[in-house]
């Protein structure tokens, strides 16, 4: 069966520093999510991003950050300057639909360190 | 805005016995959809079952049944015969069409599996 697959499945930064997490989503998906968890919290939205550009974003979802595909099987997730509160779990989500009917299919999580 | 709660942070059953977890949600919208994700130690988040408020019968997948109560914005997810590979943390999320796609997230609850 297809999975999304992320990697690094670990990245330590130092603050101040950008980093870039990859997603390869479902191939026939033409929906792209990105989410984060942050330790004990809940899961939260970040993005989501259809066509080449960014279809929502929610009010975490600053500057700071941006998406990008930059060929046709990755998806990435660029923090440009890591701060402490970026520490967390961030999840690659894909669908081929865009209804809230189409099931998002998650990766496996990459977990960011900011030192 | 939508707000999901799972006031379980952890949960355990015997194996082959039956297990509850709860989710409430609070919404002011009448169509919506609800569901149920696995996330094993392994990390991928799977989609266990899903729901449509719009429907009065309960979804089942198996032997995983919800118990949705629309009028008392309740979602819980019953899962029976519980085996070892059920141990998991499992989020109920929400989604509706005025939300766009994003799934909203409830805390997680810890299953563990007693053999």
């Known amino acids: 069966e297809p999975e999304v697959t992320q990697t690094p499945s670990h990245q330590v930064t130092q603050m101040g520093q950008e980093v870039i997490l990859r997603c390869v989503p479902i191939s026939n998906h033409l929906y792209f999510y990105w989410y984060r968890q942050i330790l004990g919290q809940k899961v939260e939205f970040l993005v989501s991003?259809?066509?080449?550009?960014?279809?929502?974003k929610s009010e975490i979802f600053d500057d700071q950050f941006s998406v990008e595909r930059p060929d046709g099987s990755n998806f990435t997730l660029k923090i440009r300057s890591t701060k402490l509160e970026d520490s967390a779990m961030y999840f690659c989500?894909?669908?081929?639909?865009?209804?809230?009917?189409?099931?998002?299919?998650f990766g496996p999580g990459t977990r960011l360190t900011v030192l | 805005a939508q707000t999901v709660t799972q006031s379980q942070p952890e949960m355990s059953v015997q194996e082959a016995e039956t297990v509850t977890l709860s989710c409430t949600y609070d919404?002011?919208?009448?169509?919506?959809?609800l569901f149920w994700y696995k996330q094993p130690p392994s990390r991928q988040m799977i989609l266990v079952i899903r729901?449509?408020?719009?429907?009065?019968q309960n979804a089942t997948e198996n032997r995983f049944s919800v118990n949705f109560q629309k009028a008392a914005k309740s979602f819980s997810l019953k899962i029976s015969d519980s085996q070892l590979g059920d141990a998991a943390m499992y989020f109920c999320a929400y989604c509706s069409e005025t939300s766009g796609s994003r799934l909203t997230f409830g805390e997680g609850t810890q299953l563990t599996v007693n053999p």
């Open positions: 919404t002011s919208e009448s169509d919506y959809y």
């Open positions: 991003f259809y066509n080449n550009e960014i279809s929502e």
């Open positions: 729901q449509e408020a719009y429907k009065q």
């Open positions: 989500a894909s669908s081929d639909g865009i209804l809230s009917t189409d099931t998002q299919y």
